[in-house]
C-alpha cells in the first residue's frame, strides 16, 4: 500500500522527516518496506530559470534559427540559440543552464552542453512547455508573466511537488489503516508516546446542505445480510472534465491514473478515508430506482473491463428497475459508468459484508482497490461522513448542485466491541509492568473508550472498525506495539524449565523412523491435504458420503480432505517417473480426513511408497528390481525398531491391493502393505509395478507405549546352530513352522530362519523344501552336543506329527 507523505501531513501536522516517521510507523506494526520519492514533474525543474530575452537576431546561417541573449540572473548575458517561431525580446522565459538534464516524453534523460550551432556559440535553451514536462505543446517556446524577476529558480515558480512515498506492507488484519487517514491515526498516537502532541485534523462535512430535492432516486436493500448500510444521494448539473492538479498530483504519487474528476474524487476518498465509493451515472438508471440484491445464476453481466461475466447466485449487485448495474463492492458495469457526457450521478457509498465480497471477488478473479477494503472489513459508521465528504468535493469541482435527501438505509447498527483488560494479565503477556496511566493514554490515542477503571482491569469499547480487536489479547497486542516492542526491557538472568514430556512423544518417534527411512535410501515427501472427490471413485472402502468438502476450495481438483495417502503419493510418484526418475523409495506422514454423520475425524498414518530398481545402476553390481518381499523387510524393520513384535499376519486382497499382507495386534490393524492394482496405477499413468504400505500411526501410538522394554547383559556363551532340510506340502507356510518350533523348545531355542526355498524338479507332486536354520544357547553354560541333539530330534518329531514334514 503506497501512502503520500504530503498527504499524511494534511490529517497530522508533523514537521518529522519522511525517514525518522517511516521508522516510527514501522515500530507502530506499519511495516516501511520503502521511501520512494515523487515529482510531479520529472527531475523536479533543477538548474531552469527564469530568463530575460534582451536581444533576438536572425541567425546567419540558417534560416529557421535565432541568436538571443538571455539576461538570467548572473554578472553576463549568455547567448542562446533558438529555433523557437514565437522567441522575441523583452520576454521572461524558462531557460535551461549548462549541466541541467532535461528528460524526454518517454522518460530519457539527455544533458544541456555548452555547443556550436551553425557555427554559432549557444550555453543553454529556452524552453517550450513539453520539454520541461509542464505540458504536451511544443508550438513554441513558454512565455512567462513580465512581472517574474530574473534568475528566479522555475520550481519555485510552478510550484513543483516533490513528496515521499511509504510503500506499506500491511497486514490483511489492520484494515483500519488502509487509507491515509488510518495511517494518520496510528501515527498520533505513536508521536504522543514521543511526547509529541498533534491534533488529528479530519476535513470538515459541515457545509454539506440539499441545494434542490430535484432528482429523487429511490433505494431499495432486498438483501441486507449481505449489505448492512447502504447510503446513496444525487448531484445534478455536473461537467465531466480533467481533475485539477492537486487532485492528479495526489492520485499520481500513489500510482493511480488520473480520469475525470468525479471518478477522480471517488478514489481520492477512498484512499483518503478508506470508504469506497461509486458513482452512477443517473441517467442510465432505469426507474429511478436502486435495487441492492443478487440475481440468478448465469445471469451475464459485462464490467467496466469489456469482459462478459456469468453471475453466482450469491453475487451481491447493484441493480436498477430493469438491469444490474453494479457488482457491489467490487467492479462496476460497463453502461452505468460515468462519462464526458454526464450529467447528473447517483453517488453511493456502502458497507458491504466482507465475506460475501471475498468470495465474489474469487469467483471472478477480480482484485480492486474497492474489493480489498471491503473484504477486510471498513468502518461501518464513517459510511455518510465520506459520502458527503465526496459530495462536496464534487460540486466544489465539477460543479452542480445536490439534487436529493441522503438515503441511509441501517437498520441493524453494528455495535462497537466491549473487551475487558486485566492488569495481570498485561503484565504476563507483555513481560513488564506498563504503568496503567500510560496503558490508558495508550488506548484513548487508539480511539478505544475506557468505561471504567478498576483495581485490576479495565473496562474498554473498542470501534467497529477495528474488528481485529475483539479479545484481551488482541488489546494488550495494541498497547504494546504503540508502547515499543523495543521499549520493553531484557533481564540478565535467564530462566529456563526442564520439561518432563515422555520418549514416546509422537514428534520424536518419526524423527526415529525418518530417520531409519532416509538411511535406507528413502525420501520424505508431504502431499496436500487436499485432494480431488473423484479419488473416492477409485477404491470401494472410500464414500463420497466421507469426503469433508471445502467451503470455498480453489479448484474442484482440491475440493475435498484426502481418506487416503495412497492418491497423493502416486501422484508424486507419477510426478517424478515422467521426470526420469523411475526408481523411487519414498515415505510421507500425514493425515487422513472423514466425515462420519455428525462426526468429523482424522486419523495419522505413515505410507511408504517403492518402485524402480532397489539401487542405481552401477559397474560392479547387478540391478535388482524392488519387490513385496524388499517391502516387507522394511516394514519389519520399522516395526522392530519400535519394539513391536509377534504381530498377527494374514494375506489381504484389498481393490486396491492386488495381494498383501496385514499385520495386526488383537483387533487393531497395525499396517497393510502389497502390490497396488494396475487399475489404479493406470489412473496415474503408472506402468511400472509400485508397492505401497500404510501404517495407522494412531495404533502404533499406542501400541508402543505400552512397550515394555528390557535390559540384559550379552551372554557369556556361544550359540550353537543346526540346519533342517524339510520336505513339507505346498500350503504349509514358514508361520507354521516357526510356530512349532517355538512350542517344542521355549528356553534355549533362540532364533528360526528360513534361508532357502526350493520347489521344482525332483521332488513329489504338491511339496515344496525349505531349508531353516536353529539357533540355540544357554546363557549359563555352553550346551553339548547330547543336549543339542535331544532338541533337534524333539524339533524333527514334532514337525513331522504336526505338520506332516520329511527330512530330505
Known amino acids: ?19 525518522k516517521t517511516g521508522e516510527l510507523l514501522t515500530d507502530l506494526g506499519l511495516e516501511i518496506e520503502g521511501i520512494d520519492t515523487y515529482e510531479s514533474v520529472k527531475g523536479g525543474l533543477n ?15 540558417a534560416d529557421r534559427l535565432k541568436v538571443t541573449t538571455v539576461n538570467i540572473g548572473e554578472a553576463e548575458p549568455v547567448q542562446i540559440v533558438c529555433g523557437a517561431p514565437n522567441v522575441a525580446a523583452g520576454q521572461k522565459v524558462p531557460v535551461a543552464t549548462i549541466g541541467t538534464t532535461l528528460y524526454t516524453a518517454e522518460g530519457e534523460a539527455w544533458k544541456i552542453k555548452k555547443g556550436k550551432i551553425r557555427g554559432e556559440e549557444s550555453h543553454g535553451m529556452i524552453c517550450a512547455e513539453d520539454e520541461l514536462g509542464l505540458g504536451e505543446s511544443h508550438d513554441g517556446i513558454m512565455i512567462l508573466d513580465a512581472d517574474l524577476k530574473v534568475g528566479t529558480p522555475a520550481s519555485e515558480v510552478f510550484k513543483i511537488e516533490n513528496d515521499a512515498i511509504f510503500e506499506i506492507g500491511l497486514t490483511p488484519n489492520r484494515a483500519d489503516a488502509m487509507s491515509h487517514y488510518g495511517v494518520a491515526r496510528d501515527l498520533k498516537a505513536g508521536l504522543l508516546q514521543k511526547d509529541v502532541q498533534l491534533e488529528l485534523i479530519t476535513p ?84 429511478n430506482k436502486i435495487e441492492v440484491k443478487t440475481c440468478a445464476t448465469g445471469t451475464k453481466f459485462t464490467t467496466l473491463d469489456e469482459v462478459e461475466r456469468e453471475l453466482h447466485e450469491d453475487d451481491l449487485m447493484i441493480c436498477d428497475a430493469e438491469k444490474p448495474l453494479c457488482i457491489a463492492g467490487v467492479f462496476g458495469g460497463v453502461n452505468s459508468g460515468v462519462t464526458e457526457g454526464t450529467t447528473s450521478i447517483f453517488l453511493e457509498s456502502a458497507y458491504f459484508n466482507p465475506v460475501s465480497i471475498r468470495k465474489t471477488a474469487k469467483r471472478h478473479g477480480l482484485n480492486t482497490d474497492a474489493s480489498f477494503r471491503f473484504e477486510r472489513g471498513i468502518d461501518p459508521n464513517i459510511t455518510e461522513y465520506a459520502l458527503k465528504r465526496a459530495a462536496l468535493l464534487i460540486t466544489e469541482i465539477a460543479g452542480g448542485e445536490i439534487s436529493s435527501d441522503i438515503s441511509d438505509t441501517y437498520p441493524n447498527k453494528i455495535e462497537d466491541f466491549q473487551v475487558r483488560l486485566s492488569f495481570d494479565n498485561a503484565k504476563k ?30 473496562g474498554l469499547t473498542v470501534p467497529a472498525y477495528r474488528n481485529d480487536v475483539q479479545r484481551e489479547a488482541d488489546i494488550i497486542e495494541e498497547i504494546l506495539r504503540v508502547y515499543g516492542y523495543n521499549n520493553v526491557g531484557t533481564t540478565e538472568k535467564l530462566n529456563a524449565s526442564i520439561s518432563n514430556s515422555t520418549r514416546f512423544e509422537d514428534y520424536k518417534l518419526q524423527n526415529i523412523i525418518g530417520n531409519q527411512l532416509a538411511s535406507q535410501g528413502f525420501y520424505e515427501i508431504m502431499t496436500n491435504s ?26 474442484t481438483d482440491l475440493g475435498v480432505m484426502r481418506q487416503s495417502l495412497l492418491f497423493s ?73 519400535l519394539g513391536l513384535n509377534r504381530l498377527k499376519s494374514g494375506p489381504i486382497k484389498t481393490d486396491v491391493l492386488s495381494e498383501g499382507v496385514s499385520l495386526s495386534v488383537g483387533k487393531k490393524k497395525i499396517v497393510s502393505f502389497g502390490l497396488v492394482k494396475k487399475s489404479i496405477l493406470k489412473h496415474f499413468g503408472i506402468s511400472q509395478p509400485v508397492l505401497y504400505a500404510d501404517f495407522n500411526w494412531d495404533n502404533v501410538l499406542e501400541l508402543v507405549q505400552h512397550n515394555a522394554i528390557k535390559f540384559k547383559s550379552i551372554p557369556k556363551f556361544p550359540e550353537v546352530r543346526r540346519d533342517f532340510a524339510l520336505l513339507i506340502d505346498k500350503n504349509v507356510t514358514f508361520e507354521d513352522i516357526y510356530t512349532v518350533a517355538q ?4 528356553q534355549l531355542l533362540k532364533n528360526v530362519n528360513l534361508f532357502d526355498v526350493y520347489e521344482g524338479k525332483n521332488l ?35 514337525f513331522e506329527s504336526k505338520l506332516g514334514a520329511e527330512l530330505r
Open 1 to 19: 500500500m503506497k501512502i503520500s507523505y504530503n498527504w499524511l501531513k494534511q490529517f497530522i501536522k508533523t514537521d518529522w522527516d519522511a525517514e
Open 47 to 61: 538548474g531552469i530559470v527564469i530568463g530575460e530575452v534582451l536581444t533576438c537576431k536572425q541567425h546567419p546561417n
Open 204 to 287: 470538515s462535512v459541515s457545509s454539506f446542505h440539499v441545494d434542490a430535492r430535484s432528482l429523487k432516486i429511490d433505494v431499495d436493500v432486498k438483501d441486507k445480510e449481505k449489505a448492512p448500510r447502504y447510503c446513496g444521494v444525487t448531484i445534478s448539473g455536473i461537467k465531466v472534465e480533467p481533475s485539477p492538479d492537486w487532485i492528479q498530483h495526489r492520485l499520481k504519487s500513489i500510482g493511480l491514473s488520473p480520469i475525470n474528476n468525479v471518478v477522480d474524487i471517488t478514489n481520492y476518498v477512498l484512499h483518503e478515508l478508506g470508504q469506497p465509493l461509486h458513482a452512477f451515472d443517473a441517467n442510465k438508471i432505469s426507474g
Open 429 to 458: 503477556l507483555i513481560g513488564e509492568e506498563i504503568p496503567r496511566e500510560t496503558i490508558k493514554s495508550i488506548l484513548t490515542s487508539l480511539e478505544i473508550k475506557v468505561n471504567n477503571v478498576t483495581e485490576t482491569g479495565l
Open 530 to 555: 487436499l485432494t480431488t472427490a473423484k479419488y473416492t471413485e477409485l477404491s470401494d472402502q472410500l464414500h463420497t458420503d466421507n469426503n469433508v468438502q471445502m467451503l470455498n476450495p480453489l479448484s
Open 569 to 641: 503419493g502416486l501422484e508424486a510418484v507419477a510426478y517424478n517417473i515422467n521426470r526420469k526418475r523411475s526408481d523411487l523409495k519414498l515415505f510421507e506422514f500425514g493425515k487422513t480426513y472423514h466425515h462420519y454423520s455428525d462426526n468429523r475425524e482424522e486419523y495419522k498414518h505413515l505410507s511408504l511408497f517403492v518402485t524402480g530398481n532397489k539401487s542405481e545402476e552401477r559397474w560392479n553390481t547387478s540391478v535388482t528390481a524392488s519387490d513385496f518381499f524388499y517391502l516387507k523387510g522394511t516394514v519389519e524393520a520399522i516395526l522392530q525398531r
Open 743 to 746: 512350542q517344542t523348545e521355549k
Open 764 to 798: 513329489p507332486s504338491g511339496k515344496k523344501s525349505y531349508a531353516v536354520s536353529f539357533t540355540l544357547q544357554d546363557e549359563h553354560k555352553t550346551l553339548n552336543d547330547k543336549q543339542i541333539d535331544k532338541i533337534m530330534s524333539k524339533l524333527q518329531s514334532n
